[in-house]
């Protein structure tokens, strides 16, 4: 039994999502979501809601007991780059890349 929820188009940096899915993966439902709760990182409210999100769907499956789930997968992957420019001295420009992510979580049953 896995189930799964998805977050696509996170206009966080895949890189910032990476720092704090690292501590939540292959970790049980409840610490997951007292860790995202408490943390100052801006990519944990985000990750806490695909949590609950996550817990929705697999409590929609007969048998489950939800004290038994945990993290067995989360993958964040890189999603499309918006391209902005900023007007600088002299005439010229700078590129701005607003950055997005992926992100797709697997809970399992121990």
Same mark, same amino acid.
């Given at each position: 039994?896995?189930?799964? !929820?998805?977050?696509? %188009?996170?206009?966080?940096? *895949?890189?910032?999502? $990476?720092? #704090?899915? !690292?501590?939540? $993966?292959?970790? *049980? &439902?409840?610490?997951?979501?007292? %860790?995202?709760?408490?943390?100052?990182?801006?990519?944990?409210? @985000?990750? !806490?809601? =695909? =949590?609950?999100?996550?817990?929705?769907?697999?409590?929609?499956?007969?048998?489950?007991?939800?004290?038994?789930? %945990?993290?067995?997968? =989360?993958? #964040?992957?890189?999603?499309?780059?918006?391209?902005?420019?900023? @007007?600088?001295?002299?005439?010229?420009?700078?590129?701005?890349?607003?950055?997005?992510?992926? &992100?797709?979580?697997? =809970?399992?049953?121990?």
């Amino acid at each position: 039994m896995s189930k799964q !929820a998805t977050l696509r %188009y996170l206009r966080i940096s *895949a890189r910032k999502v $990476r720092a #704090v899915a !690292a501590a939540v $993966r292959g970790v *049980a &439902v409840g610490k997951a979501m007292d %860790y995202l709760n408490f943390s100052q990182r801006g990519s944990a409210k @985000p990750l !806490a809601k =695909l =949590l609950k999100s996550a817990i929705v769907n697999a409590s929609q499956e007969k048998g489950v007991d939800i004290d038994k789930l %945990y993290v067995k997968e =989360l993958q #964040v992957n890189v999603g499309p780059t918006m391209k902005r420019w900023m @007007p600088r001295a002299k005439g010229s420009a700078t590129q701005i890349l607003k950055r997005t992510s992926h &992100v797709t979580m697997v =809970l399992g049953e121990k």
